[in-house]
Nanobody, 125 residues
Framework: QVQLVESGGGSVQAGGSLRLSCAAS????????MGWFRRAPGKDREVVAA????????HYADSVKGRFTISRDNAKTTVYLQMNSLKPEDTAVYYC??????????????????WGQGTQVTVSS
């Protein structure tokens, strides 16, 4: 019912910025909670940021608080992750995810129904 297409990944030097976009297609995007997850080499997938379907509730991993911002534009059926002050430890494959029920944000991978293909973010020193 929902397809997710990510863009905006790439390579950047430490201290730089990137904005990831996740475009969703489907009939009920405005009712979906969304999340960004990442998987670094040799590590499990972890939540980066999450946002409720209303856009009011948000969550950030401690490692990115103050640097990353998740937002959504339901008119464009798109969720964004603005990443500032990037660090080498932010290097990972970033995934967009959607959950089709609930009114909160969600931080566990098993709570999501749909996933994007992932986009590589590489931060060099």
């Amino acid at each position: 019912q929902v397809q997710l297409v990510e863009s905006g990944g790439g390579s950047v030097q430490a201290g730089g910025s990137l904005r990831l976009s996740c475009a969703a297609s489907g009939r009920t995007f405005n009712n979906y909670a969304m999340g960004w997850f990442r998987r670094a080499p040799g590590k499990d997938r972890e939540v980066v940021a999450a946002i409720s379907w209303s856009g009011v509730g948000t969550h950030y991993a401690d490692s990115v608080k103050g640097r990353f911002t998740i937002s959504r534009d339901n008119a464009k059926t798109t969720v964004y992750l603005q990443m500032n002050s990037l660090k080498p430890e932010d290097t990972a494959v970033y995934y967009c995810a959607a959950r089709s029920s609930g009114t909160s944000y969600y931080t566990k991978t098993y709570l999501y129904d749909y996933w994007g293909q992932g986009t590589q973010v590489t931060v060099s020193s």
